[in-house]
């Protein structure tokens, strides 16, 4: 097969390079997509950061794609060439316990896009047929492509914390994820919805997507505020930044018997008391990872029936040659970006 342009990692805190390669052939089960768009998400900054290795150098991050089948091998029956797609970004075998039980993102023999294997900022890319799936018809590239990471990211963190229909809901950071958590929240029903941010101008688009409450962390302690706000707390609080004071606050935000669940990637030691944030006031500290393969027709469904509008998440655009000044605007939030996209 032809080569095709892609933007590869050697070395961390260094630029990528934009080189030839090649990709594999195409097996019996096997889909070639033309990558229309990619997303840039804080997992690829950390990576070129050097905040986690990837399994191999060079390799070409990006988990975040959307394209067009160009390709199929003869056991494709479920996608035709020109369908609209996205891709899975999470690679699980499908026969381990975590996989039998609706657990795969927990797959002990799971593989990443960006981490294992070659990910989306090319031109095209080949991938198993398990992990395509069609877009919904009134969606476009930009938005399909960080539905398989952002969206989905936080669609699966809603449902592991169980919100349900008048609770209060917190988010700590309007990022990418954080601002779906807001959409989210409100599709789910939540009565308050509570956006924690130091970023005016994102707390002001927060307000648009949903947020009853915006809290700015410029101006004062952001517990307390969130505590007066809401009479006590919330009932599910959702860290979207990944650091320790963010992690801890989170907890402090959640009224006795709530949920706090981390989402945002930390790398650090959090020091909490169990006894005193967790146990006195029964608050149940949940670890979100990534989703599972179930809820992406469930997210399809939403976003067809026009419950869930991602107009707006997309902030940002460059072409795949400008992908350095894309991871720039991504590490140094350059411009108050919610996602950044690339389009090959």
Known sequence: MAGVLAARFYEQKKPL????????????DDVLIDIKASGICH???????????PA???????????????????????????DRVGVDYVFNCGTCYYCRNGMDNLCDNCKYLLLNLDGGWAEKIVVPKRQAHRLPSNLGFPEGAIMNCAVMTAYHAMKLARVS???????????????????????????EIVAVGRNEEKLKLAREFGATTTVNTSEGDPVKMVRDATGGGVDAAFEAIGTVDTVKRTIGFVRKGGRAVIIGLIFDNVPISPG?????????????????????????????????????????????????????????????????????
């Open 276 to 344: 005193v944030d967790l146990m006195a006031p029964e608050i149940k500290l949940l670890g979100s990872s990534d989703h599972v393969k179930s809820e992406t027709p469930e997210v399809v469904s939403l976003i067809e029936n026009g419950r869930l509008d991602l107009s707006r998440s997309v902030s940002h655009k460059f072409p795949l040659t400008q992908v350095n000044e894309g991871i720039r605007i991504v590490d140094e939030e350059i411009g108050n970006p919610i996602r950044v996209v690339l389009e090959p």
């Open 17 to 28: 390079r934009l080189e030839q390669v090649e990709l594999p052939a195409i097996s019996e």
């Open 165 to 191: 229909v008048a609770e209060r809901v917190g988010v700590y950071g309007i990022g990418g994820i954080g601002m779906q958590i807001v959409r989210l929240a409100k599709v789910f029903g939540a009565s």
């Open 43 to 53: 997992s690829d900054v950390h990576l070129v950061n050097g905040l986690f290795p």
């Open 56 to 82: 191999r150098v060079p390799i070409t991050p990006g988990h975040e794609i959307s394209g067009v089948v160009m390709e199929k091998g003869k056991n494709v029956t479920e996608l035709e060439i020109g």
